[in-house]
């Protein structure tokens, strides 16, 4: 109604203005014939020379007028015409967007365009029309009802200017046609936002990641066309906050495919053990969103918004990012380099690093810019908090190893803990697993320092950690107050190292010192074997000066002697030495075949010579306490680790143990 009425009232002031320029028209003729008279009654009449030259002016003025009328009425035809185009759109733009995108928007634009064009229009006639309605005011020929219909025509065109003003308001045409393209645009995405089957993508690993990026094509299209409209008008931020809320919730969605929830325990549930699977599966995890969902994201992102505005979809990706849970897989590898430090916290940082380099490639691609700079000085700061850390731990070993030297040794002689687990640690270390992070981690960390890196300064620092673990050795061996189980705990040692052959650790320190070992293992096994078993065996040989003399005979009270010292003597080296381990299954194998091997034929032997006596002599046959078979049986009990006994424990201890040996480390690197 209120359309139809101002086209009324513009039609009345269109007709107006006509009248009103034939009118002047007919004044400025008449104002001609007026001039030409006067100009012939000059002579006649000077004294109105002044009057004439007056009504000359007013000529000159009413043609001026003329001239401003049309042009007022040329400005007022333009008004119409781009009025009833702004009616004709209005008319498409109550429709649904959806039915026809491409022609909805196009009529946007049309329609921005004619009320821009319609503002400069009424703007133009206006000003003309001023110009025509104080000249007015000011002569005395022209009536009320002109200048009334002057004023009219003046507010039509001033309520017609401000249209284009009021269609962009909240409620106006304009607005409201926005209002249903962000709606487009909202329903466009959710509808084309599917989770990413992130755990379906697990076994790509490690590869470029081959999923297809979504909303591209003709789809692409049609945001970049509704996103073009908005940013036109300033509404490019409302745009930029549907895209980053339906893109992060479908990038939530696309991590709740993947069990995360390593991520929310507190930083005391997460023992030394526990965290190692957790960070393996941190570092898969992280590799997925990094590499498949943030990629995508990034991808999608720079097709939809780059060429609107560089610095607009890297808002919009950088925000994406943080609503896709980056921050909390940054904030688990804090949580890692902040626990105290241990040897296997050192390992864990290697596998962080070792993560954290893989994607440093990916991380300078997809975090550019001031909008990512968040996200970027936390990963700086975690890489920082990973080399120190990582750094001063293995710069400690060595002297972790010093400060065990006071503790006891392993009271049944075997291989102590923190020797087995020193040669597994830098057995790890030096595996292609950890060697080439851990070469690149020093490195890093010197350039730091401003110091160089020299060639070797790993094999150099595991070299001095195994020179310290031999020392201890030597400490501790003295530490036994019984030599015999000293012997043997150097034997399980130096077997121990022998061991290492074939392994990385074996392999850095070489053949002589590998033979080296063998050596000293065979050398305390023979000091082992004389000082402990070498001398129950002349118990049982009878001296050749009786076997010899003219009698020959040996009686029972001899015997019964000799038994009763072998029984005495077996039993108090098996009670002993029952408690007693060699770690290796072939060393003590060996040590046993000896034993039997030096003790069984010469006690068989000894029952054949003399079982006649033994037989008819009950008084002597009750001190037989072992066959040969069941002292055999008895030898080959000796030596076996607990661990094996125990049985289905096995594993638990082991852990218990290596928990153990960790957490003196722990202390120590405290005291240092």
Same mark, same amino acid.
């Given at each position: 109604?209120? +359309?139809?009425?101002?086209?009324?009232?513009?039609?009345?002031?269109?007709?107006?203005?006509?009248?009103?320029?034939?009118?002047?028209?007919?004044?400025?003729?008449?104002?001609?014939?007026?001039?030409?008279?006067?100009?012939?009654?000059?002579?006649?009449?000077?004294?109105?020379?002044?009057? &004439?030259?007056?009504?000359?002016?007013?000529?000159?003025?009413?043609?001026?007028?003329?001239?401003? %009328?049309?042009?007022?009425?040329?400005?007022?035809?333009?008004?119409?015409?781009?009025?009833?185009?702004?009616?004709?759109?209005?008319?498409?733009?109550?429709?649904?967007?959806?039915?026809?995108?491409?022609?909805?928007?196009?009529?946007?634009?049309?329609?921005?365009?004619?009320?821009?064009?319609?503002?400069?229009?009424?703007?133009?006639?206006?000003?003309?029309?001023?110009?025509?309605?104080?000249?007015?005011?000011?002569?005395?020929?022209?009536?009320?009802?002109? &200048?009334?219909?002057?004023?009219?025509?003046?507010?039509?065109?001033?309520?017609?200017?401000?249209?284009?003003?009021?269609?962009?308001?909240?409620?106006?045409?304009?607005?409201?046609?926005?209002?249903?393209?962000?709606?487009?645009?909202?329903?466009?995405?959710?509808?084309?936002?599917?989770?990413?089957?992130?755990?379906?993508?697990?076994?790509?690993?490690?590869?470029?990641?081959?999923?297809?990026?979504?909303?591209?094509?003709?789809?692409?299209?049609?945001?970049?066309?509704?996103?073009?409209?908005?940013?036109?008008?300033?509404?490019?931020?409302?745009?930029?906050?549907?895209?980053?809320?339906?893109?992060?919730?479908?990038?939530?969605?696309?991590?709740?495919?993947?069990?995360?929830?390593?991520?929310?325990?507190?930083?005391?549930?997460?023992?030394?053990?526990?965290?190692?699977?957790?960070?393996?599966?941190?570092?898969?995890?992280?590799?997925?969103?990094?590499?498949?969902?943030?990629?995508?994201?990034?991808?999608?992102?720079?097709?939809?918004?780059?060429?609107? +505005?560089?610095?607009?979809?890297?808002?919009?990706?950088?925000?994406?990012? &943080?609503?896709?849970?980056?921050?909390?897989? %940054?904030?688990?590898?804090?949580?890692?380099?902040?626990?105290?430090?241990?040897?296997?916290?050192?390992?864990?940082?290697?596998?962080?690093?070792?993560?954290?380099?893989?994607?440093?490639?990916?991380?300078?691609?997809?975090?550019?810019?001031?909008?990512?700079?968040?996200?970027?000085?936390?990963?700086?700061?975690?890489?920082?908090?990973?080399?120190?850390?990582?750094?001063?731990?293995? !710069?400690?070993?060595?002297?972790?190893?010093?400060?065990?030297?006071?503790?006891?040794?392993?009271?049944?002689?075997?291989?102590?803990?923190?020797?087995?687990?020193?040669?597994?640690?830098?057995?790890?270390?030096?595996?292609?697993?950890?060697?080439?992070?851990?070469?690149?981690?020093?490195? %890093?960390?010197?350039?730091?320092?401003?110091?160089?890196?020299?060639?070797?300064?790993?094999?150099?620092?595991?070299?001095?950690?195994? =020179?310290?673990?031999?020392?201890?050795?030597?400490? !501790?061996?003295?530490?036994?107050?019984?030599?015999?189980?000293?012997?043997?705990?150097?034997?399980?040692?130096?077997?121990?190292?022998?061991?290492?052959?074939?392994?990385?650790?074996?392999?850095?320190?070489?053949?002589?010192?590998?033979?080296?070992?063998?050596?000293?293992?065979?050398?305390?096994?023979?000091?082992?074997?004389?000082?402990?078993?070498?001398?129950?065996?002349?118990?049982?040989?009878?001296?050749?000066?009786?076997?010899?003399?003219?009698?020959?005979?040996?009686?029972?009270?001899?015997?019964?002697?000799?038994?009763?010292?072998?029984?005495?003597?077996?039993?108090?080296?098996?009670?002993?030495?029952?408690?007693?381990? %060699?770690?290796?299954?072939?060393?003590?194998?060996?040590?046993?075949?000896?034993?039997?091997?030096?003790?069984?034929?010469?006690?068989?032997?000894?029952?054949?010579?003399?079982?006649?006596?033994?037989?008819?002599?009950?008084?002597?046959?009750?001190?037989?306490?072992?066959?040969?078979?069941?002292?055999?049986?008895?030898?080959?009990?000796?030596?076996?680790?607990?661990?094996?006994?125990?049985?289905?424990? =096995?594993?638990?201890?082991?852990?218990?143990?290596?928990?153990?040996?960790?957490?003196?480390?722990?202390?120590?690197?405290?005291?240092?």
């Amino acid at each position: 109604m209120v +359309d139809m009425e101002s086209t009324e009232n513009l039609e009345a002031a269109r007709k107006f203005l006509t009248t009103s320029l034939e009118t002047s028209s007919a004044i400025a003729s008449a104002l001609d014939e007026s001039g030409s008279r006067l100009e012939l009654l000059n002579q006649r009449c000077l004294s109105m020379q002044a009057s &004439l030259r007056f009504i000359s002016m007013q000529k000159c003025s009413f043609v001026n007028i003329g001239q401003g %009328i049309d042009s007022v009425l040329c400005s007022a035809a333009a008004v119409l015409k781009v009025f009833d185009s702004v009616h004709q759109l209005q008319h498409s733009l109550l429709t649904d967007p959806s039915s026809d995108l491409c022609t909805y928007v196009t009529n946007t634009k049309k329609l921005e365009e004619a009320l821009k064009l319609l503002t400069d229009n009424c703007r133009l006639a206006i000003g003309w029309l001023q110009g025509v309605f104080e000249f007015s005011q000011d002569k005395a020929i022209t009536n009320e009802v002109y &200048l009334l219909n002057v004023k009219r025509c003046l507010r039509i065109l001033q309520e017609l200017q401000v249209m284009e003003k009021r269609a962009r308001l909240d409620g106006g045409l304009l607005s409201a046609s926005f209002d249903k393209l962000e709606m487009v645009f909202h329903r466009l995405l959710i509808a084309n936002s599917m989770p990413l089957p992130l755990v379906s993508l697990t076994s790509h690993i490690g590869q470029q990641a081959s999923v297809s990026t979504p909303l591209l094509g003709s789809l692409t299209g049609k945001l970049h066309a509704i996103i073009e409209r908005l940013n036109a008008n300033e509404r490019l931020d409302k745009c930029q906050s549907i895209y980053v809320e339906v893109r992060g919730i479908n990038a939530r969605r696309s991590l709740k495919t993947l069990d995360l929830s390593y991520l929310e325990f507190p930083a005391a549930e997460l023992d030394a053990q526990g965290i190692e699977s957790y960070i393996d599966q941190w570092g898969s995890h992280l590799e997925l969103v990094v590499k498949h969902l943030l990629e995508i994201e990034y991808r999608l992102t720079t097709n939809v918004f780059e060429k609107i +505005d560089p610095e607009a979809w890297m808002g919009c990706f950088a925000k994406i990012a &943080l609503e896709s849970g980056i921050l909390s897989f %940054i904030r688990f590898g804090r949580i890692v380099t902040e626990r105290k430090n241990e040897p296997f916290k050192l390992l864990n940082l290697l596998d962080i690093f070792r993560v954290l380099n893989g994607l440093r490639q990916k991380f300078n691609q997809l975090f550019r810019g001031e909008a990512c700079e968040e996200i970027r000085a936390l990963i700086k700061d975690l890489v920082n908090k990973v080399v120190n850390g990582a750094s001063e731990i293995f !710069w400690q070993l060595p002297a972790q190893v010093k400060l065990q030297r006071p503790s006891s040794p392993p009271p049944d002689g075997s291989v102590p803990k923190l020797v087995s687990f020193v040669t597994d640690y830098c057995n790890k270390l030096l595996d292609d697993t950890y060697r080439p992070h851990l070469t690149q981690v020093l490195e %890093i960390h010197l350039s730091w320092r401003k110091e160089a890196y020299e060639e070797g300064i790993v094999f150099t620092q595991i070299y001095n950690i195994i =020179k310290e673990v031999a020392v201890n050795l030597d400490a !501790w061996s003295k530490a036994y107050e019984d030599i015999t189980l000293s012997y043997l705990f150097m034997m399980n040692n130096h077997c121990h190292f022998h061991n290492l052959r074939g392994t990385v650790l074996g392999n850095m320190m070489g053949d002589s010192w590998l033979r080296a070992h063998e050596q000293y293992k065979d050398y305390y096994a023979a000091l082992y074997l004389g000082n402990s078993w070498g001398k129950l065996l002349p118990i049982l040989l009878v001296p050749k000066d009786i076997l010899s003399s003219s009698d020959g005979i040996v009686t029972s009270q001899d015997l019964a002697k000799r038994l009763n010292a072998f029984n005495l003597a077996f039993d108090e080296r098996y009670k002993k030495q029952s408690n007693w381990v %060699i770690s290796d299954e072939i060393l003590r194998e060996n040590v046993c075949k000896h034993l039997v091997e030096g003790i069984i034929p010469i006690y068989r032997a000894y029952e054949k010579n003399y079982s006649l006596s033994i037989e008819n002599d009950g008084k002597v046959a009750k001190h037989i306490k072992y066959t040969a078979q069941s002292l055999e049986n008895r030898i080959r009990s000796l030596f076996q680790p607990k661990l094996r006994k125990q049985g289905s424990i =096995k594993q638990e201890n082991l852990i218990s143990k290596i928990k153990e040996v960790s957490n003196q480390f722990r202390l120590t690197l405290a005291a240092l």
